[in-house]
C-alpha cells in the first residue's frame, strides 16, 4: 500500500479504536511523523500514564510498552513488533539482581528504565537518562546504592555526583558504535558545532563531548542555545527528530552506523495491522506489576 495510503488508514483506525500513537525520538522518520506524541523515555511514561485514550500504541521496544503497561495498568497497551527489545535491558535480570541485594543488605537500588518489568519489581528508585542525577541525589548519604543495567550511564552518573556505587555490567551495543575517531573527524568538518553525546556512551565518547545529555535534554539544549550546528552523539533517529524542530539549524550525526535494530523494527504497515487487531497486546503480571510501579512512581515524584 502507498504511503500516504497507509497513514490514512492508520489515522481512520485511530479514531476508531480510541487510540493514541506514542513515539520513542530514536523511531523511524514516517513513525515519528504519524506519532501524536514523540519523547525520551520519561516524557513517554508520564505521558502514558496521564493519555485518556484507552488505547496506547507504543512505537518503541518492549521495556517502553511494558513501563507503560505498568503505569496504565487499565488500558490497552500495544507493541507493533513484539520481538523489538532492547539487549541492554535483556543483560540485567531478577534472580541475579536478588542475589546481590543478599549480599549488600539495607543497599538502595537505582534502576535505568530500560530494563525489564521484573527488575523494576526488586527495584527502589527507577530513572532516566534525564533524572539519573537526581535520583541518585536523593538517596541518603551513606546508603549503599546498586545501579543497573548501564555501567556507563553508571559510571557518568557516578562522576557527577560523587556518589560511588556498584555498577552492574550492562551496556547499550548501538552506542558503542560511537567511537573517539568519529567525534574527531566531526569536530575538524565542523569547527563551530557543539558536540552533545548521550549518557550511554563510553567514557572515551563524554570525555570529547561538549555536553551530556539523553534525548530529551538535547532538544531543552537547542531550544535554549543560539548556536547553528550540532554534532549528535546519539542513536541517528534523534537526527530527523532535531532538524524537524529546528529547520534553522544543522545537525551531523557523530556516526551513520550507531543505529538501534530493534527501534527500527517498527513500520507504518506494522502500526496500521497493530491497530486493526488490536495486538499484540503487553501486559505485566499483576504482582509484578504493582512493585514495578513503585519504583517507577517512586522516580515520577523525584522529577
Ligand atoms: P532517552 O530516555 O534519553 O530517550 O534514552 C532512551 C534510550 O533507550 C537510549 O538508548
Ligand atoms: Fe536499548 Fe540501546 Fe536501543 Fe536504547 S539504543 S533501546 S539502550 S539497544
Not at 507493541?79 to 541475579?96: N, V, W
Not at 536523593?138 to 549503599?144: D, F, I, L, R
Not at 567511537?179 to 569536530?187: A, G, K, M, N, Y
Request: contains cysteine; glycine residues 6%.
Amino acid at each position: 500500500m502507498p504511503k500516504r495510503q497507509l497513514v490514512e488508514k492508520i489515522l481512520a483506525l485511530k479514531a476508531e479504536r480510541d487510540a493514541i500513537i506514542l513515539a520513542h525520538n530514536y523511531q523511524p522518520p514516517e513513525i515519528q511523523d504519524v506519532a501524536d506524541r514523540l519523547g525520551d523515555s520519561l516524557d513517554l511514561s508520564r505521558f502514558a500514564a496521564s493519555a485518556s485514550e484507552k488505547v496506547i500504541v507504543f512505537c518503541g521496544v518492549h521495556f517502553m510498552a511494558e513501563t507503560a503497561a505498568v503505569l496504565s495498568p487499565e488500558k490497552t497497551i500495544i507493541l507493533p513488533e513484539p520481538t523489538a527489545g532492547c539487549p541492554m535491558a535483556d543483560m540485567m535480570c531478577a534472580e541475579d539482581l536478588v542475589a546481590l541485594k543478599m549480599k549488600h543488605p539495607g543497599s538502595v537500588v537505582v534502576t535505568y528504565v530500560n530494563s525489564t518489568a521484573e527488575v523494576k519489581a526488586e527495584t527502589d528508585f527507577c530513572c532516566t537518562s534525564a533524572n539519573a542525577l537526581r535520583v541518585v541525589q536523593a538517596v541518603p548519604e551513606g546508603k549503599t546504592i546498586i545501579f543497573g543495567p548501564d555501567k556507563y550511564l553508571g559510571g557518568w552518573v557516578t562522576e557527577q555526583t560523587g556518589r560511588k556505587m556498584i555498577l552492574w555490567q550492562g551496556y547499550c551495543p548501538t552506542h558503542q558504535k560511537i567511537h573517539p575517531e568519529h567525534i574527531q573527524e566531526q569536530r575538524r568538518i565542523h569547527p563551530g558545532a557543539v558536540v552533545m553525546v548521550h549518557p550511554e556512551v563510553n567514557p572515551a565518547i563524554t570525555s570529547l563531548a561538549d555536553v551530556v545529555l539523553g534525548t530529551g535534554g538535547m532538544i531543552a539544549y537547542v531550544e535554549k542555545s543560539s548556536v547553528r550546528e550540532f554534532v549528535v552523539g546519539t542513536e541517528t533517529g534523534m537526527i530527523h527528530r532535531l532538524q524537524k524542530k529546528f529547520p534553522d539549524r544543522e545537525f551531523f550525526a557523530a556516526t551513520k552506523h550507531a543505529l538501534c535494530p530493534n527501534m527500527k523494527k517498527i513500520a507504518l504497515e506494522k502500526v496500521a495491522q497493530s491497530l486493526e487487531s488490536l495486538g499484540p497486546v503487553i501486559g505485566v503480571e499483576p504482582g509484578i506489576a504493582e512493585r514495578a510501579r513503585r519504583a517507577l512512581r517512586a522516580m515520577l515524584e523525584i522529577s
